[in-house]
């Protein structure tokens, strides 16, 4: 079974997600529709990149990713189909898949063309939901598109490494359900600038040393519980590979977390200096 995953800013008030899924049912009754998200805030292509690049993994190769956030076709914004990694994304080309590209180059892009076939009164979500029912049938990027060499980049997804190799400057691009906030630094970028020297992670208002492999190593000793440990600040390369500064064992309805007792914020800039 062909399976098409829904990455949106649509909210789950409104009728808008179950409209998309009823019109992809509509063309192809077949397919297995899978949620990743619909909380993306508000045409943050930053959150949406990291969204879609953690969970992608999880599903089969020739998935269909359709991420709805900031689809507008505009003069800077055409509409793309990649395949990548032996997945499938459609998106508005504003620079979304960005991240997934810096890991690996895509097997092909095309620019999406075949808007004058529809009705005028079809929408840019129409025609997403068209390509992926044509890919998730095993149809071919270049019906439904010209090949592209590249897409646009976003530069907020991008770490940018000191001239003289002595620092990384990252940016917080999510925070998640724990409050924990998440940012563009890449294990594989802090382990080829790192080459082994002492590190510390400069943000507002203390630095941390150690990057622990897991929340739990926070808890050092043997002589204390874990309990005791609730409440320490830690950084860790979460699963998606890249920095996270956490709470341990953070609630922010109740005692709080990284994003507002440390008060990091989206965008906020997490800098690693190496000595």
Known sequence: ???????????????????????????????QIIDISHDIDPFNTAEASYIIGAAYM?????????????IERNKENQHIAMQWNDHYFICADNGILSMLTQKIVPQKIVAINIHDRFPIEATDLDIFIQVASHLSRGGLLN???????????????????????????????????????????????????????????????????????????????????IKTYEGEKLAIFNEAGFLEIAIFRSNPSKVGSANSLLGLNYRDVITIKFS
């Open 1 to 31: 079974m062909s399976i098409i995953t829904l990455t949106t800013d649509y909210g789950l008030k409104d009728h808008f997600v179950g409209s998309l899924k009823g019109k992809i049912l509509s063309e192809n009754p077949e397919v």
């Open 143 to 225: 019906v439904i598109g010209k090949e592209i060499p590249s897409i646009k980049e976003a530069t907020e997804l991008q770490a940018l490494v000191a001239d003289d190799g002595n620092s990384i400057k990252g940016n917080i691009i999510y925070i998640d359900h724990f409050g924990n906030v998440v940012t563009n630094i890449s294990k594989k970028q802090f382990l080829e600038i790192s080459r082994g020297r002492p590190y510390e992670i400069v943000m507002k208002p203390k630095s941390i040393k150690t990057i622990l492999p897991n929340y739990s190593a926070i808890a050092t000793s043997d002589k204390y519980p």
């Open 58 to 70: 999880s599903f089969p190769k020739g998935t269909v990713h359709l991420i709805g956030v900031d």
